[in-house]
């Protein structure tokens, strides 16, 4: 074909300016790519630093004029953060939802994955494809007769409640996740075991948990991110009937509706609900990618 | 000590052992049953607890929101046939909503798919990589409610001539424009898109962290063969890289759809639904508690059930296609 003779031509006539020029791509690339990072970067960073204003001068002046010299930073609005409103309370009310309300569906889906990995029974795919298609079933749908029934039980208002609801929202994604991964073990594992006498029980608990520990990391990072950021399960379960009880996300949800001088408190506020989801994403995040892209895409 | 602590340690450490010595107690009284009854008997055993919590709070409350939305309000509703409906379909409020729904689902998507493509085919070439990921992929970490936070002071506005504390209003106020009351204002809608804007800095991350995966999972010795044959980098990337990444770019927009018709705790957060920013999840919430008609609100979550439906159906689809390839 001539494609082949004319780009053969155009390779040496461009060769002596395609080092300048791949260069000046290079500048280009690295620009957008800074440029994307600051511009991702600085709401969260602007909040940190209007964290450790003072009160006066956060409604007077930008964040951006407290990073040059004098210094005047204060842990002031931390400090008064920690004695009002109860968010102190409402940090230790979020890890009381938080943890349970992570094991517990962690535990659920694994049994019930290894069933739909490892055990022949008619009606499985039928089944697993309901779990698929649960995925997706917003939680608005379930909120009302739930509440009925937490009522009739007498638990709306206390942990009990957003412990059971997390882990039925929570199931379809958890059974989901770790299905994919313990399907993907390898069959001559389970199969071997078998010959030398090991019953499910064994295999589970022996074989498919300890190499599904990535798994399990990743999906406990998700559900716990999951529940420690939710506002609306704990709103409607524990919201009216208690909120003494409720957690982080909702007790600034209020403080932001409500500004009368909780400005200052905000900024503060809000890191302290960052923290632990920010440990976290840095302790684990290759646990949390790897839970998001498993959980996403190899299906 | 508070009660609650202990009640927390109870289950933290009762529940699993609860479920190990089920697992265990039931395995041993299925050894009894004669051989073949095994097989048939212990998978159910192992599903029971996940069938109990799916069949407790997904499926039977569906089902009774689904009736639920037929009855009228009150505490012993009447039938009521479709008024609800009717009423959701009539109501120039419910409209609004829905019409937010739309802009959600539309920029959402398309912005939070675009860019994570972009910025996953851009820092697949720098060497810090892996930092860029980070801090755009940071902010999916945190709650809704924090980044409502972060963002109402960024979007924080001052009148005219005072010094601007909201970084954007600051920013194009070097360029003599704004200020501008970004949560503040219902025409064309500028609060919503304000809104949005926000969950596109949250899910950027998300897009990009899954297309980049697939990114890396392209055989490269297709992009070299095409780099010989002659392609320039755009070409390679429309005619090659483009259509590998199709599916995975349909698994990313699937999520967005669901999540932006979901919208509601940076609506609830930030404007409650004012300043015509109203969505449809915030709607049911206002007629759950506010008003107090269980009969509209399951009418409005059964709108938001039958627009996701198509998704879900999209969903199996592709989960069985990929099931016959294992």
């Known amino acids: 074909m001539t494609a082949v003779a ?52 956060l409604s007077t002046s930008g964040w951006w004029t407290a990073i040059a010299p004098p210094y005047h930073f204060t842990m002031e609005n931390y400090r008064a953060v920690f004695d009002q409103q109860g968010i102190g309370q409402a940090f230790v009310n979020s890890l009381f939802i938080a943890i ?13 994955a290894y069933a739909f990995s490892w055990m022949e029974f008619p009606g499985r795919d039928v089944l697993f494809v309901v779990v698929v298609a649960l995925l997706v079933v917003p939680l608005q749908t379930t909120l009302i007769p739930i509440l009925r029934l937490f009522a009739d039980w007498g638990i709306t208002g206390q942990f009990t409640a957003v412990w059971l609801a997390h882990t039925g929202y929570g199931l379809p994604f958890a059974v989901y996740l770790l299905r994919n ?23 589970f608990f022996r074989i498919a948990v300890p190499m599904c520990v990535p798994a399990f990391a990743a999906l406990a990072i998700f559900q716990f991110l999951f529940v420690w950021n939710d506002l609306l399960v704990s709103l409607i379960y524990i919201g009216l009937a208690n909120p003494d009880n409720l957690p982080l996300t909702a007790t600034m949800a209020n403080l932001v509706n409500s500004l009368g001088g909780g400005w200052y408190l905000l900024a503060a506020a809000a890191f302290l609900s960052m923290f632990l989801p920010l440990a976290v994403f840095f302790g684990l995040q290759r646990y949390f990618v790897r839970g998001i892209v498993g959980g996403a895409v190899k299906g | 000590m508070d009660p609650r602590l202990v009640t927390a340690i109870e289950v933290v450490v009762g529940v699993p052992a609860i479920l190990v010595a089920y697992i265990w107690g039931t395995e041993r009284l299925v050894t009894l049953l004669p051989h073949r009854w095994h097989t048939r008997i212990r998978p159910w055993l192992w599903l029971a607890p996940t ?39 009539t109501n120039e409020t419910a409209y609004s909503a829905l019409l937010n729904n739309v802009l959600w689902l539309v920029f959402l998507t398309v912005f939070t798919v675009g860019l994570g493509l972009l910025v996953a085919v851009l820092v697949d070439r720098v060497r810090y990589e892996s930092w860029a990921k980070s801090i755009i992929f940071l902010p999916l970490a945190i709650s ?23 970084t954007v209003n600051a920013v194009i106020g070097t360029a003599g424009l704004g200020p501008v009351g970004w949560l503040q204002s219902p025409s064309l809608r500028l609060s919503t898109f304000a809104m949005i804007a926000i969950m596109i800095w949250m899910w950027t991350g998300f897009a990009m962290v899954i297309i980049s995966a697939a990114l890396k999972g392209i055989d490269p010795a297709l992009i070299e063969a095409a780099r010989i044959d002659g392609a320039n980098e755009w070409q390679v990337f429309r005619k090659v890289t483009f259509p590998l990444l ?13 999540t932006s018709l979901k919208t509601f705790d940076i609506v609830y957060t930030l404007t409650n639904g004012n300043y015509d920013t109203d969505v449809i999840a915030n709607l049911m919430y206002n007629e759950m ?16 059930l039958v627009a996701i439906v198509p998704v879900m159906a999209f969903n199996v689809r592709r989960f069985r296609a990929q099931e016959e390839l294992r």
Do not use: C
């Open chain 2, 246 to 258: 199709g599916p995975t770019l349909a698994v990313v927009s699937t999520t967005m759809v669901i």
């Open chain 1, 181 to 203: 991964f313990m399907g993907s073990l390898p069959r001559s594992v389970f199969e071997s075991a078998a010959i030398d006498g090991a019953n499910h029980v064994t295999s």
């Open chain 1, 100 to 112: 349970p309300a992570t094991i517990i569906p962690l535990v659920v889906a694994a049994f019930a």
């Open chain 2, 289 to 304: 508690f506010s008003v107090g008609d269980f009969g509209r609100a399951s009418a409005v979550a059964v709108v938001l």
């Open chain 1, 6 to 57: 004319t780009t053969q031509v155009q390779k040496s006539v461009v060769r002596p300016t395609r080092p300048r020029r791949r260069r000046r791509r290079r500048v280009f690339l690295h620009l957008a790519v800074a440029a994307l990072m600051a511009l991702w970067a600085v709401p969260t960073v602007g909040l940190l630093v209007s964290s450790f204003r003072r009160q006066e001068v």
């Open chain 2, 144 to 166: 809704m409610v924090a980044a409502g936070v972060i963002w109402k002071f960024m979007y924080d506005y001052k009148p005219a001539g005072v010094p601007q504390t909201g």
């Open chain 2, 51 to 89: 069938a109990g919590f799916l069949g407790l709070f997904l499926i039977y409350p569906t089902i009774r929101t689904v009736l639920r939305s037929l009855q009228g309000k009150g505490l012993t509703p009447r039938f009521v046939g479709l008024a609800n409906y009717r009423w959701f379909f």
